[in-house]
């Protein structure tokens, strides 16, 4: 991680480390050899384990871990080592990749005492492609992730790569691939690029490591001014309702939670007919320490919002729009005592906008068969009520908005359109713009739908429990418990799968009988004739979702980016069944259940989420 590697004491423990060899250190960051010289001045054994024994690997957001020091840290040295990888990859892949290139993007984050950033990191990025003849289409700035997806399909690029970790701690950052359908990398192309990464572990030369290159090589372009119209140019095709949000009354707020997010969203409001919103002055430029929040995500709810919120009642704004720092999600909340959406609200509330637009395009009912929309399978099923009521398709996929761009990508080869998709930790995506989720687009989205319905006399909260009594209350809690041991989770997950006996799992959770078990880390579902999971199995992670007699969906799962355990329970109600407070304390007591009962928080020493 810098440098010649040291001596290290203690060499029988460290002779189990598969990545000691010194070659790699050869040249680097000064900072984060320093600190691996200190771990071992101090004989910091567990320290320097943790940090050279293990690589990163791709999760449901690509790589993503702390900056720092350690093959398993993101740095300069990890850094190269995947891009190389990649490059490898690639180069095998696509015999045109000399002509294609790649799209490199990176968002705010940075940390003084490793020397990295986003910017660093990124640059690093296109000089490995630089040196092995490979165009670059490196942004100049900080973009959106989304534009990263976007620009590969504009440009026909080969793949390309985000450096971000979204709304992440402030300590990390992260590599996010995308392949040349503007997805994000699948199977098998992530364990292929892992596997060319681990070959390719000596940085090739020192030009890898010279950021200037991307300002001195003629293969090097700056697709921003191109990106950026293009995509506001596709953007109004979204826009259904432009002359009315001209004349809009209602003000908005908007926090770029200290990320990328202001200049976007502005411009994305300008582009629907709006004035801009206010921006929360504290938050609006970027911050890689996120100073004004105690944690840069804004799916965390009111407490996260406090000078957003405090701003709209100055300012007597009605809405309050936050995406998070790279400006792929969305938070939303309504002055009406102040309604913080959950994900799942607001997908009721998008789905049906967006459907009820289509249609007012589409009047040939027989247009419906060719429509989709798509959820993240621990999301609500509010979109299933949907599509069965007015007739289109809807699919779930695994957690991930990989699996729902790829989804998206399969369904447009067969002439098939994804009108609207989610994830319930606040993704979405309205249209198939791009097959990522979008905090800019979806802004503009939410802003508009306001603006419609104040016209008709109706809150957003209003028009979503018309929504709930026509197709159905949809009642749902999501949280999480912090667990930073990995054994610890496996233990967990493995006394679920023997809770009453062995290979059985639970019969019961609030004294309500579990009718159906699908374990998507096995393959086993209790509900098809083959015992066998229609969802693709994903040994890389741990997910067990449970069906029980009376009507809750419970899922029990571990973060792809993060080391949480995250549990989801939701109770999907029949039209007509309207006594909410009821369904309300069924959930409650089934949620508190599956945490106490299946998690044990107490004894596995799980840190309960502070709201």
Not at 54 to 66: E, I, V
Request: include cysteine.
């Amino acid at each position: 991680v810098g440098g010649s590697t040291p001596s290290y004491p203690d060499s029988d423990h460290m002779s189990k480390c598969p990545y000691t060899d010194p070659e790699p250190f050869k040249c680097g960051c000064p900072s984060t050899r320093v600190y691996v010289e200190s771990l071992v001045a101090a004989a910091r054994l567990d320290d320097l384990r943790s940090r050279l024994c293990s690589r990163m690997s791709f999760g449901t957001a690509g790589l993503r871990a702390p900056m720092g020091a350690g093959f398993n840290r993101i740095n300069d040295l990890t850094v190269i080592q995947s891009t190389q990888g990649l490059f490898s990859y690639l180069s095998r892949y696509f015999a045109d990749l000399s002509s294609r290139g790649v799209v490199v993007g990176f968002d705010t984050r940075g940390q003084e005492e490793s020397g990295c950033s986003s910017q660093r990191l990124a640059k690093l990025t296109a000089a490995v492609m630089l040196s092995r003849d490979v165009p670059v289409h490196l942004f100049s700035t900080f973009v959106p992730t989304p534009y990263v997806p976007y620009a590969v399909k504009k440009l026909g690029a080969a793949a390309g790569v985000m450096i971000t970790a979204s709304h992440n701690p402030k300590e990390d950052n992260g590599y996010k691939v995308y392949w040349c359908n503007s997805a994000q990398i699948g199977s098998p192309h992530d364990k292929e690029i892992l596997l060319n990464i681990e070959e390719q572990l000596e940085p090739w030369s020192a030009s890898c490591w010279d950021e200037r290159l991307v300002e001195s090589s003629s293969l090097r372009t700056n697709p921003l001014t191109q990106i950026n119209s293009c995509y506001m140019e596709e953007l109004a095709s979204l826009c259904f309702h432009r002359d009315l949000n001209s004349s809009c009354p209602l003000r908005f707020v908007h926090s770029s939670f200290h990320g990328v997010g202001h200049v976007f969203v502005q411009q994305a409001f300008k582009t629907f007919g709006f004035a801009p919103p206010i921006p929360v002055p504290e938050q609006k430029d970027p911050d890689p320490n996120f100073s004004s929040v105690r944690c840069p995500n804004p799916e965390e709810g009111e407490s996260v919002l406090r000078l957003s919120l405090l701003l709209a009642e100055k300012e007597n704004a009605t809405v309050v729009l936050a995406t998070d720092p790279d400006a792929d999600r969305l938070a939303v909340a309504e002055k009406c005592g102040w309604k913080v959406f959950t994900g799942n609200e607001l997908a009721a509330l998008l789905g049906w906008w967006m459907f009820f637009n289509w249609k007012e395009n589409h009047p040939d009912p027989a247009d419906t068969e060719g429509v989709y929309m798509l959820a993240t399978t621990v999301s609500s099923k509010i979109l299933q009520a949907f599509a069965r009521m007015e007739g289109f398709h809807f699919e779930e996929t695994l957690p991930g908005f990989k699996w729902i761009g790829n989804r998206i990508h399969e369904l447009s080869k067969t002439g098939h359109s994804v009108i609207f998709a989610f994830e319930e930790s606040i993704g979405f995506l309205c249209g198939s713009m791009v097959p990522e989720k979008d905090g800019v687009s979806s802004a503009a989205v939410v802003a508009e739908m306001a603006a419609y319905l104040h016209n008709k006399n109706l809150s957003l909260n209003q028009q979503l429990h018309n929504i709930y009594r026509t197709y159905g209350y949809h009642v749902a809690e999501t949280s999480y418990v912090i667990c930073n041991d990995p054994p610890t989770i496996q233990k967990i997950f493995n006394r679920i799968r023997n809770f009453d006996g062995e290979r059985s799992y639970p019969k019961m959770c609030g004294g309500v009988r579990i009718i159906h078990v699908r374990d998507a880390t096995t393959g086993y579902d209790s509900s098809q004739p083959d015992l066998r999971s229609v969802l693709p199995v994903s040994r890389s992670s741990q997910m067990i979702t449970f069906t029980l007699q009376n009507g809750v969906v419970a899922t029990l799962r571990t973060s792809g980016t993060e080391p949480k355990i995250k549990y989801y329970t939701e109770f999907c109600a029949a039209p007509g069944k309207s006594d909410v407070s009821s369904l309300e304390e069924e959930l409650r007591k089934i949620t508190t259940a599956l945490l106490d009962d299946f998690l044990e928080p107490e004894r596995n020493n799980l840190i309960r989420r502070c709201v």
